[in-house]
């Protein structure tokens, strides 16, 4: 199970109050002591992780976060990374005491945490000192889940972990072609080899798409956007679709006749990666943008830029062309968006394939919660060229995003 990547795992955060117990749940869950516990609010500073093994739901990451109601300039500072804490949480365990009635703090982060649809369970933690009625019969009333424990006298904590492993969502098999194709049917991958391209071998997307198109018993044809035309021309039978790099979807859409599906790599990571419908709604935002608008290019992973690189160089000349504003392009490598997300009007994201779907997802998600659109770059790069709606035609939950204008 250690070999499982911190970032493959259901992120499980532990949220409340200074001093409601969160350590010390951790702590009962983990079933050694990991986090320093003690009597004294605050004692939890940064996000404290710890990979386990939740059975029988599987591998976990639990994070224990400072309170939600530290105070102080540090404070602030604390509790805005429990917040980006809880962004990434696939699930959360609020704990609070049981003695008291819901608190303002509280109330604000369940908002927080159904804004963010990150689904939780209460766990009310201190009942060897009594349960206040008023409490669980606010919390009935809203219709929140909660669970009665003890960290203490260790009561309640099987009962709570049974609870949560039934919540915590599944993850979701989203296939990147084998739901569009099915066995025999041909499918024609366009691989411009260009300057861009890697040495002696395709890039990732390629190589996936590949491998699943043939688990499905598909016939695969690999031609450079140069060939397409002849290669289509041999071919007995229609493809059932064709994908193409972004960068050539142009060139490959003239090509290609318009009753043969089309779309591109991007696109289909886009769908397996993230939420395709998001980017469709991120691009019908394009054309808001206006003068002096902040748009930011952000990449999962940091690499060395080439000469005419298609997040510092291209993306920044063709959003300019074609929105014919003049904007202000930032640009933001690594794990992390800046902290000031909400300043922008736009978040332009790679293709994240080094990124886990579940990272993909995080951010979607905190664009989302910050109400700023979101779109990838094969998504941008088709709607630029005049690629949409053709290149998301096969899509139709994409399709229907995009009708609704
Ligand atoms: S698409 Fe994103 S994650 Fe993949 S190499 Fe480019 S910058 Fe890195």
Redesign the pocket.
């Known amino acids: 199970m250690n070999k499982v990547a911190n970032s493959e795992r259901k992120h499980i955060v532990f949220v409340g109050k200074r001093n409601s117990g969160k350590s010390s749940l951790v702590n009962r869950f983990v079933g050694q002591d990991l986090v320093i516990v003690s009597d004294t609010p605050g004692t939890t500073t940064d996000p404290v992780k710890k990979a386990m093994e939740l059975l029988p739901f599987g591998p976990v990451v639990l994070v224990d976060t400072a309170g939600v109601d530290d105070v102080g300039e540090l404070g602030q500072k604390r509790i805005s990374k429990t917040l980006k804490a809880v962004s990434e949480a696939d699930f959360a365990i609020v704990v609070l005491g049981c003695q008291n009635t819901l608190t303002d703090e509280e109330q604000n982060l369940f908002n927080h945490l159904e804004k963010l649809e990150v689904p939780f369970i209460i766990a009310l933690n201190k009942i060897e000192l009594g349960v206040n009625p008023d409490l669980t019969k606010e919390l009935n009333s809203l219709k929140l889940r909660f669970a009665e424990i003890s960290c203490i006298e260790d009561k309640g904590i099987y009962e709570l972990k049974e609870k949560v492993v039934k919540l915590i969502p599944a993850e979701e098999e989203q296939p990147l072609i084998g739901d569009l194709v099915k066995q025999h049917d041909i499918v024609v991958l366009v691989v411009p080899i260009d300057l861009g391209a890697p040495k002696g071998r395709l890039?990732?997307p390629q190589v996936q798409t590949i491998r699943e198109a043939l688990d499905e018993d598909t016939i695969v044809v690999v031609a450079k956007d140069k060939e397409l035309r002849a290669a289509l021309s041999k071919l007995n039978e229609k493809p059932k679709l064709v994908v193409t790099d972004s960068q050539a979807i142009m060139k490959v859409a003239a090509d290609v006749p318009d009753d043969i599906p089309l779309t591109t790599f991007s696109i289909l990571m886009a769908r397996y990666k993230g939420e395709l419908p998001e980017f469709v709604k991120g691009i019908k935002r394009v054309n808001d943008l206006l003068n002096g608008d902040k748009v930011l290019i952000a990449?999962?992973?940091?690499?060395h830029s080439q000469e005419d690189d298609?997040?510092r160089v291209k993306i920044p000349r063709w959003l300019r062309n074609h929105t014919q504003r003049d904007l202000q392009i930032d640009h933001r490598?690594g794990a992390d968006y800046p902290d000031n997300l909400a300043d922008y009007k736009l978040i332009i994201?790679?293709?994240?394939?080094?990124?886990t779907r579940r990272g993909m997802h995080t951010r979607i998600k905190q664009a989302r919660f910050m109400e700023v659109p979101i779109v990838n770059?094969g998504v941008l790069i088709s709607y630029i060229h005049g690629a949409i709606p053709r290149a998301i035609e096969p899509f139709d939950e994409a399709i229907a995003v995009w009708e609704d204008i």
């Open positions: 890039i990732m990449e999962s992973c940091t690499h298609i997040g490598s994201h790679c293709g994240a394939c080094m990124a770059y």
